[in-house]
């Protein structure tokens, strides 16, 4: 069974910084593909994030602001978030496509809230 688990979150005002962290453990044997997305109130998931095989990919709207990193050792995705502001706001999910020893699927994290207000 896998578990993913978001933390990070939070109330930050515009122009400031959050980092985002999430982790999946369980009997995982691979991972190929770690994202972010991130859903605003009355909107659509978007991506915000992703890596998959070296290569990363950003939403336009992030670009030269969030920085996607990944630490396979402890299979752990970050999302740091610089310069915020109140479009940044919404709840953001982590998401891992991944192995495990019978079965390949994408998991998703719980979500958590960032909220970039005065």
């Known amino acids: 069974q896998v578990q993913v688990v978001e933390s990070g979150g939070g109330l930050v005002q515009p122009g400031g910084s959050l980092r985002l962290s999430c982790a999946a453990s369980g009997s995982i044997t691979s991972i190929y593909y770690m994202g972010w997305f991130r859903q605003g109130s009355g909107k659509q998931r978007e991506l915000v994030a992703d890596t998959n095989a070296g290569t990363t990919n950003y939403a336009d709207s992030v670009k030269g602001r969030f920085t996607i990193s990944t630490d396979n050792a402890k299979k752990t995705v970050y999302l740091q978030m610089n310069s915020l502001n109140a479009e940044d706001t919404a709840v953001y999910y982590c998401?891992?496509?991944?192995?495990?020893?019978?079965?390949?699927?994408?998991?998703w994290g719980q979500g958590t809230q960032v909220t970039v207000s005065s």
């Open positions: 998401n891992f496509g991944l192995y495990t020893a019978d079965r390949s699927g994408t998991y």
